[in-house]
């Protein structure tokens, strides 16, 4: 490539995920902190942060830092179980509390994308009447994010049978729910996940073809598919871990892939955030944090 990274991609790092122990309620400030002095990344991607005072603190750093931000809802979903497109009304209604207590936490700490999921796959029988329920819900978040102000909702796809066991667990379910959504609200686009094509069993061009024009964003990150592996499943490990479905020459074949589609282009740089973490007794956030870099660095040059 003549230009260089920058010009075509916004690197971001998943901050809950790189440094394990916030998810815990330790750390929320220090971790970001090295994350913001990070001049590689551009992007940070967080999660709640409960206590106000820190999360003014984390606001003015991340403001001072210049970074942009990104704001995941999973870290309330997944724990909580939460489904927005629960067949109980009330249920429905409990979620949309919680979930609207996100968006609201989001504007707070600066983010410009909020991240959402669907909850639980009901089963073959079930599917298309919960399709319809989260594409309601979607439309509501996007309504009421739009009113906040200038963030834009996106839907990150899981797996379906491995590991999350999510509604939207193929490309042609999320392209069913999106569609709409994205006709009505400028404000909505879709992310997908390199490490979830594995756990999807779907092929990157064929499933992105399905839903280019959803103002896509993107996670880069690794995931085991090889059954009885003792990290089977999304787990995030770091890029080259024994077993791995991901590594430096994946990434470059999928950053080659996102450029021939035109989904990275230098007139307006997209959001790839990378999704790694600490699992093993010889990792260190700060090690695989680092192999990360290397990686999109020697990915990029391939591309």
Same mark, same amino acid.
């Not at 994205?182 to 997908?192: P, Y």
């Given at each position: ?5 920058? $010009?075509?991609?916004?690197?971001? @790092?998943?901050?809950? &995920?790189?440094?394990?122990? +916030? ?6 400030? /220090? ?12 992007? +940070? ?14 606001? &003015? ?10 704001? =995941?809802?999973? !870290? ?13 009304? %009330? ?6 509390? #919680? ?18 999921? $669907? ?11 919960? &399709? ?8 509501? #978040? ?22 999350? =066991? ?5 490309? $042609? ?10 006709? %009505?609200? *400028?404000?909505?686009?879709? @992310? ?11 092929? !990157? ?29 999304? @787990? ?9 479905? #991901? ?19 230098? *007139?307006?740089?997209? #959001? +790839?955030?990378?999704? +790694?973490?600490?699992?093993? %007794?010889?990792?260190?956030? /700060?090690?695989?944090?680092?192999? %990360? &870099? ?10």
């Amino acid at each position: 490539m003549k230009d260089n990274l920058y $010009s075509y991609i916004q690197p971001g @790092l998943v901050h809950f &995920k790189a440094f394990p122990q +916030v998810m815990q309620g330790r750390d929320y400030v /220090a971790t970001l902190e090295q994350i913001c002095e990070d001049d590689f990344w551009t992007v +940070v991607e967080v999660g709640p942060v409960k206590d106000v005072r820190e999360r003014d603190r984390a606001r &003015k750093m991340l403001e001072v830092s210049g970074m942009t931000v990104c704001y =995941a809802t999973q !870290p309330t979903v997944l724990p909580q179980k939460l489904n927005a497109h629960h067949f109980d009304p %009330a249920e429905r209604k409990r979620v949309w509390k #919680i979930i609207k207590g996100c968006v609201d936490e989001a504007y707070q700490l600066g983010a410009r994308n909020i991240r959402v999921m $669907s909850g639980k796959d009901p089963g073959d029988d079930k599917r298309e009447d919960a &399709k319809k329920i989260f594409e309601e819900f979607l439309h509501e #978040i996007c309504a009421y994010t739009k009113t906040q102000g200038d963030m834009k909702v996106t839907l990150k796809v899981f797996d379906r049978d491995i590991d999350k =066991a999510a509604l939207i667990g193929t490309f $042609s379910d999320t392209r069913d729910v999106a569609k709409p959504v994205f006709k %009505a609200h *400028d404000n909505f686009g879709v @992310l997908a996940d390199l490490s979830h094509f594995p756990l999807l069993r779907e092929d !990157p061009e064929t499933a992105l073809n399905m839903v280019k024009k959803f103002n896509m964003q993107f996670h880069i990150g690794n995931c085991v598919v090889e059954e009885g592996h003792f990290l089977y499943g999304d @787990l995030q490990p770091r890029f080259g871990v024994p077993g791995g479905s #991901i590594d430096t020459p994946q990434v470059g074949e999928f950053f080659r892939l996102l450029l021939k589609m035109g989904l990275l282009n230098s *007139d307006n740089p997209t #959001i +790839v955030s990378t999704e +790694v973490r600490p699992l093993l %007794a010889e990792e260190s956030s /700060a090690l695989v944090i680092a192999n %990360a &870099k290397r990686v999109i660095r020697q990915a990029w040059a391939m591309a």
